[in-house]
């Protein structure tokens, strides 16, 4: 039986909003050392090794993606607490502290499968649900970026049959922000939808799921606020009453700033503020035939200011695991924060990215970074990029960045378009990514295996090599990836490039093209526009 050698050091301080870190401990790095964890954003920064210089203090910051108070070594070590961690790497030295609650450290094997298998088993164990399977076997289709703030029927009802028209496969249709009428009230807007329970309908005869986002936020100064505020079901800020002529309440809700205004917040640590967004959400699920909800906000750092909440002494952090659990009663979901909700059946998407080279050779490793995290359940953001500003400008785009996008993300747990490739690509490079859909949509119900395996065991569906070959020195590969155990993905992720080279484990490894290759070496191949280069183990 492999010996364990667990230090656990306990810290029994309630937490305080602004006390200082009093536990600590310190861990001397390991000749030949790597490190993973904390924030799947910056995933590309890891693994950490003994010359890094870095310094992360998750307490209310989240880095607007999925957070995780674990660090995990190649040498079977592993860092973990319950609280926010401050971690610091300082060559070849990490300093761990938290405010409150236990830091664990424990060596508990030899290699990053041993400590990833018993942070799993110890600390996230999954529950055997996964989300629904057509986010998985089908690509994704967000309306964000063709629509941006003008969400309106007849402007999705054409992007949906322009995706049918182009052969694209329907999958999950996301209708995004401003779709209601009020950040709060979760009606249809009646200004830009005439029948919104008939567009469902025909959304849903055409093939697609329909999901529509929502927020904790509310709008300041609005019937929904005005109750809300005297029902006591917001964020109160720190003065918690006021004292103002004709006012219909003297709670002083708290006024947050985030990238749409300044607006009230759900105080969903409050069971009664729970019971009222969950019947708004179950209301749309039964009046309008909506299957699903793309939650996103909830990120730490809103919830960092003098608030006051219903639940006391609790971190910014947990506000963000209140916001997530909601969406545990609706398996067609999505988030982009998290907190903690590793192995839960809940939809995890990279954050928004800009359209740029640079940043899709961080898509792979940040997506590494959510499995190694817990994370299984990914989604890597927007193809071409998630910020609609880059797209604004159509001399702008880069057609070869979004074919190339498309085609990473095509052996991906999930697949999400926005930009209609059609619009913004001659009709070449459009048919290489309806191709990419197409080999997604072929590899659904792999992807489904993977995805019910990951609900049992907590494999990931997407992983490092290091962690597939834990001793095969595959720690800085970070332009190529596994799917499962057999199926070694190359995307091309740099701009002109017709060669690369890929590294190949031990074993028999046969090519999208057919060649076969004997592993345990790196080999040169040929990188045409039209390739997305993946090998499977014979």
């Known amino acids: 039986m492999r010996k364990i050698l667990l230090i656990t050091f306990i810290l029994a301080i309630a937490f ?6 009093k536990e600590q401990v310190e861990i001397d790095i390991l000749s030949g050392e790597y490190w993973w964890g904390g924030l799947s954003a910056i995933g590309h920064d890891t693994p950490y090794d003994s010359e890094t210089i870095e310094s992360h203090d998750l307490w209310g910051d989240n880095r607007g993606n999925q957070a995780q108070p674990l660090l995990l070594s190649s040498k079977g070590r592993y860092v973990w607490s319950e609280s926010p961690i401050k971690y610091s790497f300082d060559r070849g030295k990490i300093i761990v502290t938290t405010r409150a609650g236990e830091i664990k450290f424990a060596k508990v094997g030899e290699n990053l499968r041993d400590s990833f298998d018993y942070a799993v088993a110890n600390f996230f164990s999954p529950n055997g649900k996964i989300p629904d399977k057509l986010l998985f076997t089908k690509p994704q289709y967000n309306t964000w970026i063709e629509l941006t703030y003008n969400q309106n029927e007849d402007d999705i009802l054409k992007y949906a049959q322009a995706i049918i028209d182009k052969g694209y496969p329907p999958g999950v249709l996301m209708i995004d922000d401003n779709w209601q009428e009020s950040y709060g009230n979760w009606e249809f807007s009646s200004r830009r939808f005439n029948d919104p329970k008939g567009m469902i309908k025909k959304l849903h005869d055409m093939g697609f799921k329909v999901m529509v986002w929502i927020c904790p936020f509310v709008s300041s100064d609005t019937e929904i606020f005005r109750y809300l505020a005297k029902e006591g079901m917001l964020l109160l800020d720190a003065d918690r009453t006021q004292e103002i002529l004709w006012a219909n309440t003297k709670n002083k809700a708290a006024i947050i700033r985030w990238w749409n205004g300044a607006s009230a917040c759900l105080d969903l640590s409050n069971p009664k503020t729970q019971k009222w967004f969950e019947e708004r959400l179950k209301f749309l699920v039964d009046a309008y035939g909506v299957d699903g909800f793309k939650f996103d906000a909830g990120d730490a750092d809103f919830y960092t200011g003098n608030i006051v909440s219903f639940e006391s002494d609790i971190s910014p952090n947990d506000h963000t695991t209140y916001f997530a659990k909601l969406g545990l009663q609706f398996p067609l979901n999505e988030y982009r924060a998290s907190w903690k909700m590793a192995g839960l059946p809940l939809a995890q998407r990279l954050r928004d990215k800009n359209h740029n080279w640079a940043v899709l050779q961080k898509l792979i490793p940040d997506l590494m970074s959510q499995s190694m995290m817990g994370y299984a359940y990914t989604c890597p953001d ?13 001399t702008t785009i880069d057609e ?22 059609w619009r913004v690509l001659s009709e070449e490079n459009n048919q290489l990514c309806l191709e990419a859909a197409l080999l997604h949509t072929k590899m659904g119900n792999q992807i489904i295996n993977l995805a019910e395996e990951a609900s049992k065991t907590g494999e990931p569906i997407v992983k490092p090599m290091a962690l597939a070959y834990p001793s095969g020195g595959y720690e800085m590969i970070k332009d190529q990836f596994m799917l499962g155990n057999h199926i070694l993905v190359a995307p091309v992720v740099k701009k002109g490039e017709r060669k690369r080279k890929v590294v190949l484990p031990k074993g028999k490894w ?17 990188v045409p526009l039209s390739r997305l280069p993946f090998f499977t183990k014979k």
Do not use: W
Request: proline share 3%; hydrophobic share 40%.
């Open 16 to 21: 305080k909003a602004h006390s200082q870190y």
């Open 400 to 421: 070869e960045l979004v074919v190339r996008s498309a085609q990473v993300h095509a052996l991906m747990p999930m697949m999400q378009f926005s930009v209609a490739p």
């Open 382 to 394: 927007m193809i071409g990029g998630g910020e609609y500003q880059s797209f604004e400008n159509s």
């Open 510 to 526: 046969q090519a999208d093209d057919g060649k076969v290759f004997s592993g345990n070496r790196t080999v040169e191949i040929e």
